[in-house]
């Protein structure tokens, strides 16, 4: 076998290109070298310019039209506080113990509003551990396989770790956990694979140049974790090691019960296809998407697509708000619904930037001043819509859910160590502890307890009862 010749693969990518008008990509040719030209050929085989093509005409379909729905409240809720959660949690234990589970992180994100240019699961939180979201998250797998195995008197329960990244990320993630030794973790069972990523087009539908020799592009959204999963052999890698259910969840939140086995247990007792966490609203106009009926089937209302009246509407028999549900970006999925998603084209939303872009007269990429380009995405809540048997599961806000998203202020590396403090504390204080707080700044107020040594405050009477805990505490 012989490798195409540059000039070949060049000549061919370019007439696939035209044939879907993006002739606009080779008129500066000329000034490209054999090896740009090799580069640039090589980048644009990548892609679809039929695919490209119709996700655009999908898109401006979208944009040009107003959507309308109906919307009703889903009709079952799932309270994790309920009389069978132990029962669940057994349940979901056997599950873990079996390897019929695995978890996968949608860890694609830069810290850009953190103010690092790394992926934001090395960003280090600033707890007196100094640890980062990668190495709690990856505490908390172990300690579940180690639960599991003792209750279940298994060997060794293992929870395989799929790491979803993206190019920009990949290479620091992969570097990252590999220098950590994988936080303890068997290396042959955290598995990384790329989000699928799109080049950026104009609103007339021209992909756009970041370079000479280089389109732009940008991830295609977390929705698109169902075809990178296909793409990427990762759905063969899971039905080869036996799993039938997989905790999909993001990087970002600080207080995520990973691989839940309460969770998991409800999942499996009642045969659902595909799960969803909430948490009720904060107050009626929080920015958050709501779980509802929308045209009847399940879906997430956007916090921009409820009215006002709705999103006040007073349910008559709970007295609750009517749409109350939150979505905190935590699914549980079967292998056969991902295998299904896969299948599935989900629409594109529009994220309207401005993108930096070349131009061949000036041999200069610019910086737009105004909106210049479209960014396609795809949401994973989008996927709910091909559920038969939908899991809603409704949380305690405090106990599982503290994003990270900006440098300061809301949902801040701050509010983060607060609300990890205030449930470890409740942890400590449920299994017998008193804790001595001295000192009005936030760090003489840390209290942290290691995932090492528990995972939602089991098996501390132990250590702490009839103590005194003077903060800042650390226990690992």
Known sequence: LFARPMSSLYDSVKKKYEAFGQSHLFQHANDLSSDEKESFARQLQ?????????????????????????????????????????????????????????ALVLAAGQGTRLGTPDPKGMFDLGLLSHKTPFQIQAERILRLQQIASKMTDETRAIIPWYVMTCEETDENTRSFLKKHNFFGLKESNVIFFLQDQLPCISPEGSILLQTSSKVSVAPSGNGSVFHSLKKSHVLDDMKTRGVESVFVYGIDNILVKIADPVFIGSFVAS??????????????????????????????????????????????????????????????????????AANHTLHFHVAKKKIPVYNPETKTTLTPTEVNGWKLERFIFDVLELSTSLLVFEVVRNQEFSPLKNKTGLDSPETCRENLSTLHKMYARSAGAVILEEGDDERSRMFEISPLV???????????????LRTPFHLS
């Open 46 to 102: 990548i892609y679809d310019p039929q695919e490209v093509s119709q996700y655009y005409n999908l898109a401006k379909e979208s944009e040009s039209t107003t959507e309308t729905f109906s919307i009703d409240r889903f009709p079952t809720v799932v309270k994790s506080q309920s009389v069978e959660a132990e029962t669940w949690r057994k349940l979901g234990f056997e599950q873990i113990s079996q390897g019929k589970v695995a």
């Open 454 to 468: 528990s995972y939602e405050g089991e098996d501390l009477t132990p250590l702490v009862s009839g103590k005194h």
């Open 271 to 340: 045969t659902h296809d595909c799960g969803i966490k909430v948490v009720p609203k904060a107050y009626p106009d929080e920015s958050v998407g709501i779980v509802c009926l929308k045209n009847g089937k399940p879906g997430v209302l956007e916090y921009s697509e409820i009215s006002k009246e709705d999103a006040h509407r007073i349910d008559e028999t709970s007295k609750e708000l009517l749409y109350n549900q939150a979505n905190i970006c935590i699914h549980l999925f079967s292998v056969k619904f991902l295998e299904k």
